[in-house]
């Protein structure tokens, strides 16, 4: 009912903020990119994104920034060229395509890394896996097919000379229904 009046003086504006709350003054230096607004600590531009252990996420998952599974995932998980690391907490039941992909939890399905597949000792995969490299720790449990080394080209050498093939055969006037054949 009754306040105390505060004296204005002409010219001075008003602070948006009361007086005794503190303004958070960002670490990094200006040119740098800022961090997520409510943010305690900067972030990289090179952080990973993370599914957390209390998410659960079915779905079909695409992106280029490297991910980190720790929670569960069902559908399918699409990263490109980067990374893919499924944590010590983490179920995976989907496809996973990526440059890299590291497995810490388990994981179920189709498994294509690029360049490279790691399993560590407390990883469990079970499907497919097709990689260039692959690195296996001891205690680490792996069931199912396996693709390994550099013959991952092979298909379309092979198909590149079949088109030749079919090419060729069609200039000559015969139909030979061999040279239709898939390549596997």
Request: hydrophobic share 40%; with cysteine.
């Given at each position: 009912?009754?306040?105390k009046e505060e004296t204005k003086f002409p010219g001075v504006a008003e602070p948006a903020m009361p007086p005794n709350t503190a303004i958070p003054q960002p670490s990094t230096p200006s040119n740098a990119p800022a961090a997520a607004v409510g943010s305690?600590?900067?972030?990289?531009?090179?952080?990973?994104?993370?599914?957390?252990?209390?998410?659960?996420?079915?779905?079909?998952?695409?992106?280029?920034?490297?991910?980190?599974?720790?929670g569960t995932l069902e559908g399918k998980l699409d990263l490109g060229n980067a990374s893919c690391t499924v944590g010590p907490n983490?179920?995976?039941?989907?496809?996973?395509?990526a440059r890299e992909v590291v497995v810490r939890g388990h994981v179920e399905g189709k498994v294509d890394g690029i360049e490279r597949v790691q399993l560590w000792n407390t990883g469990r995969l079970s499907g497919e896996v097709r990689t260039e490299r692959l690195a296996i720790e001891d205690g680490a449990v792996l069931r199912?097919?396996?693709?390994?080394?550099k013959p991952r080209g092979r298909g379309t050498d092979n198909s590149t000379n079949n088109t030749a093939a079919k090419t060729e055969k069609s200039k000559s006037g015969t139909a030979d229904t061999t040279s239709r054949a898939a390549v596997i």
């Open positions: 009912m009754w306040r305690a600590l900067p972030v990289s531009p090179r952080a990973a994104a993370c599914i957390t252990q209390g998410i659960r996420i079915k779905g079909e998952i695409t992106g280029k920034e490297d991910l980190f599974v720790d983490g179920k995976v039941k989907a496809d996973i395509s199912g097919k396996v693709e390994a080394g």
